[in-house]
Structures are given as structure tokens and as C-alpha cells.
């Protein structure tokens, strides 16, 4: 694992610290002490890209991966945790949009979001729905071309300075959390107005408030997704937003530490400066220590989340130590100051009241652990109980051989996937273009981070031209290093490919990309991690390094000029026959078994009921899939 900052995150590293150093820490104490919104600051934020740092290029955004974005509210909160929050609060605006809006919804309000200098919120929380939104009264009817919501939402950061909000409804109170919906909304909207502004124990820079709608008319074209997917929208947009505040946690717990660094060094008692004593050493050798730890926790979940990986738990993990580590540290570091940190306008001070909030919003750190244990206890029955159900554990791709070639020497490897392949079928006497497009194409070689450097790019396209296939990649290969073109990316928000053979070289195997070569006749996986995904989602694979393997097969495949192929003829899978229980049913998006023998306990549904006896709305409990998704197998 690369523990190192990227070009592109250590750049944004340096631009963050300038900026906080130059603009946010001058009038951090000023802000706070006055309840004043910052927004030159803000404004200067939208200018330098920060609030739209995850959002792609063509939407107006910077297009930085979640790493980068961490970075971000990391270095604000190290002075000022209140315009972190700021931004924190804007990006729960941003995301749920930018995953489940549709291109009409992307093209209106996202470009708003990143350089209109349009603030954001986003609205859940009621005064008797907070961690149970199944317990929201706020309702939205459809009358014709519009929805009339009434209700209000309290706690909303952004509340009174936002211009567009992401708000949840009921659409159907009947049916709990499968009622709710979320919908756009701007506060220009009829019926949209700003009730109690809080004050608050700290975060005296941002503003929260009340929002209340009252007959607020609201397009149709404003829901976002579908109606009863706002409790799954709700939930993954959480999961994200966790690791914001996760980084501003561990902003603030490294803006702490500094502090009460730097003062023991210049405060002097008994003819030596404080941090020479033990207590006051063993303290701060502490703080760092744990403040690595936090740090890894954080980038990690953000890494995830990049790759498009499972990061629920994760997240929660990042959310909960560092939440809990920033009341900590402040508190041991006002114990370093002594008196003097207890003195209103001190920083220390201030930092000592912002951090206690991160222990609270965005799920209270007693919600992070219910999340996590439902993680580790789900994982912990299904070993137990031999039930199916883990994501991953299941192939995305659908049956696949998974034959993996470990046997001989990496020559002998190669020659054994070589003749595998010729047996299905493949002439490797033919070609097509490597900048084919990938929805034509009938053989793709797909390059992921695990190839390294970008001068590897070379084996890729070698391996293409002796493979006769065009050339694709991974999103993070595409988006965020930039070895390929935007539009060379597979995945599902990428292109899909439904060709006959693909290769992927160094490609893990994120649910995202899986599910965009699901309808290849078969995969090929060339990776060094044994345990990726990738391999449990393969026709055939080798475990072993890209830059020894694809030399070799690019050697056995042949590396003269290939005849122009003719025009592709989808082969057939073989069909991979597995010993299912009678009346077994399988998602079509994630692999997820139905077994009516267990039902779906967390669902409500209990055990013996029938898949066609499951109402009409259960989803699949895993992607959220609906039960039409689901295929019997035999």
C-alpha cells in the first residue's frame, strides 16, 4: 500500500495551506466571536474549486478524487472548523445529485453548486426523526406537474445562505422508510423559508437553522431518483459525508495538537520549557501517535470511496475515532495551556467547542457503532450460519469459471491461459483498432492503478495490438491519473462493454467497474492480489506482476500485424451450473441470493416466505436493486 500523496493531492495540500494560513486563520477568532458568515472566504473557495472539488470537469467541478477533498477540510479545520463545515455541509448538497440525478438534474444545479457560487444544504433531520427517518412527518404529494411539501427540517448547516437544497419527504407514510423520497429544492420556491437560527456551543461561523415548507410547490422533474429511494439515497450520501467530518475532526485534532505543541516549547516553568517534562511529553507523544492512526483511518475510507469500493464501514470506522480523538486532543492540549487556554478568543479554546459536534452530527458516534457491528455481526452469521447474502462473495459478473493459474513457472502460466482461451475460440490473428470504441468493440485490454507509472501504459497497448483488442481502463486510470482519455473509462457511470474477451490488467475489481463488463463473454484477470475481487469475478486469471506477465502474453498472443477482424459475433457463455436450493433467486446487480428458507430478517420478511409471496417494493437488501432485478436460477 502507497501511504504517499499523489502530485495532484500534494498540490492541493499546498494550495489549502496557503489559503487557510493567508485568509481562514486571520479571521477565525473574529468569526466566531461575532456569529459572523464568512462570505469573501467562501466566495474565494468557490473561485479556487474546493465546492465542487469531487464533482467532474463537465459538470463545473474540479473532478479531485475523495482523498483530495479530505485534504481539504482538513487543512480548514486545522484554523477554522466553521468554514470546514461550511464546505462539509455544501458537499451533501452536491453528492446525492451527482449519483442518482439524472443528466437534466447534473446540468441544471450541479454547475450552480461548483462555479455559480450557489451555496447547499441538504435537509433530513426532524425534531422527532433523527437517526430514525422512518419517523419523518415532512410529506410530499403529487398534485399534476408538482409536488406540494409540508413540513420542516431542523439542524441544517447551510440553512439560511444556501440557494439549493436536497430535502427528504414522505411519499407514502404507510410504508416507513420505504416511503421517503428526495427531492431539489431552491429556497426560491414558493413556500420555502428559514425558521429559528441556532446558537450553537461552537461552529459559531457556520449558520444553522430551521427550514420549513409550507405548501412549497415543487416540479416534478425536482425528485431525484425515484419515489421511496430517498432512505437509500439518504444512507449512502451519510456514508460519504462521514468521511468529511471524519477530516474535520482530525483537522481540528492536528490544529490542537500544534498549538499546545508550539506553547510547550515557549512556555518556560521551573528554568525549562514545559514539553520537557514527562507528563506534559508523554502527552503530546501521544497526540501524534493517534493522530497518525486517525489519519490513516481517513484516507483509507477516502481511497475506498475513490475506487468505488464498500466504504460504509470504513467511514464509520474514520468518523467515530477521529470524532472521538478530537475531544480528546483538545481537551488534553487546553490541559496544556492551563489557564491561559481557558481565556475566551484563544484558539485552543474555541477548538476545545468545535470539536464536540463531530461526535454528534452526521450519525452520533453510538450510530457509527451500530453501523459497524451490523457489518461485523452480518459477516460473523453468514460464516456461522453458512447463509449467502455478502456482497462480496458473490460473483457481479454472473457465473464465471474462475480457473486461476498458479501451477509452473509465469511462462508456463501464460501458455496455459493462451491455450485456454484459443480452446473457446479466439483467433488472435485478427484485430481491431486500439482506439476503437469500447461499446464496438469485441476484445478490450483494461488498464487499472495497479499497472503504476504511467510509461506502463506501453505494456497495455502492446498487449492490445498483439491481442487484436482496443484499449480501455479503470475509472481512477481515466478520471483522476489521466493515462486515457475520459471516454476510454468501463464501468456503470463509464462505458460498457459487451464484447467477447476482456483483460484486465491491475484492475481490483470495484463493484462499479464489475458491473460494467458483466455482459462479457469472458474476463481475464491479471492482478498481484490474490484476494482481489476481480478473481472472484473472472473466466480465467493470473496472480502475478503486470510488468512480468503481459510481456509474455503479449508474446504467445503474437506480436505481427493482425488481418482487420470481421465483424463481431457474440460468443456464447458456457453456462457454469451450480447447486442452488430449489426456489433460489439471484440479483442481476450484485449477486445477492435470496433464500426463502431465511428470508430477509432485516427487511422484515420472515423466513419460509416465498420469492413471488415478497411484496412488490422489497429491493434487494444489499445494492437496493428492485425484486424485478432478480433472475431464478436453475
Known sequence: MDFSLTREQALVKKMMQAFTENEVKPIAAEIDRTHQYPAENVAKLFKLGVMGMTVPKEYGGMGADQVAAAICTEELAKACASTS???????????????HGNE??????????????????????????????????????????????????????????????????????????????????????PGFSVGKIEDKMGLHGVHTSEIVFTDMIVPKENLLGKEGKGFNIAMQTLDGGRIGIAAQALGIAQGAYEAALNYSKERIQFGAPICQNQGVSFKLADMATRLRAARFLVYSAAEMKTEHMDYGMQSAMAKLYASDLAVEITNDALQIFGGTGYLKGMDIERMY?????????????????VVISAHITDRLSNAKHGGGGSRKEKAITGSRKKMIFKDG???????????????????FTVGIPMDTPIVDAERVVSAGKGIGEKENMKLIEELAHAAGAAVGSSRPVAETLQYVPIERYVGMSGQKFKGNLYIACGISGAIQH????????????????AGAPIFK????????????????????????????AP???????????????????????????????KGDPAGEIKPGTKFENLPEDWTCPECGEEKAHFVQES
Do not use: W
Open 85 to 99: 463545515d461550511i464546505v462539509a455541509g455544501h458537499t451533501l448538497c452536491c453528492v446525492p445529485i451527482l449519483e
Open 104 to 189: 437534466e438534474q447534473k446540468k441544471k444545479y450541479l454547475p450552480m453548486l461548483t462555479k455559480g457560487g450557489v451555496l447547499g444544504g441538504m435537509g433530513i433531520t426532524e425534531p422527532n426523526a433523527g437517526s430514525d427517518a422512518s419517523k419523518s412527518q415532512t410529506e410530499a404529494k403529487l398534485e399534476g406537474d408538482h409536488y406540494v411539501i409540508n413540513g420542516s427540517k431542523i439542524f441544517i448547516t447551510n440553512g439560511p445562505d444556501a440557494g439549493v437544497f436536497v430535502i427528504f419527504a414522505m411519499t407514502d407514510k404507510t410504508k416507513g422508510n420505504k416511503g421517503l423520497s428526495a427531492f431539489i429544492i431552491e429556497s426560491s420556491f
Open 353 to 369: 467547542r468545535d470539536a464536540k459536534i463531530t461526535t454528534i452530527y452526521e450519525g452520533t458516534n453510538e450510530i457509527q457503532r
Open 409 to 427: 513457472s509465469p511462462e508456463e502460466q501464460v501458455a496455459s491461459l493462451v491455450e485456454a482461451l484459443k480452446g473457446d475460440g479466439y483467433d
Open 514 to 529: 464489475l458491473k460494467g463488463i458483466k455482459d462479457a463473454t469472458t474476463i481475464v484477470a491479471i492482478n498481484t492480489n
Open 537 to 564: 469475478n473472472c473466466d480465467y486469471g493470473i496472480v502475478g506482476d503486470v510488468k512480468v506477465i503481459l510481456p509474455l502474453l503479449a508474446k504467445a498472443f503474437g506480436t505481427g500485424e493482425k488481418k482487420p
Open 567 to 597: 465483424p463481431m459475433v457474440k460468443m456464447k457463455r458456457p453456462l457454469i451450473k451450480k447447486e442452488l436450493p430449489p426456489g433460489l433467486f439471484v440479483c442481476n446487480g450484485c449477486g445477492y441470493e435470496y433464500d426463502p428458507d
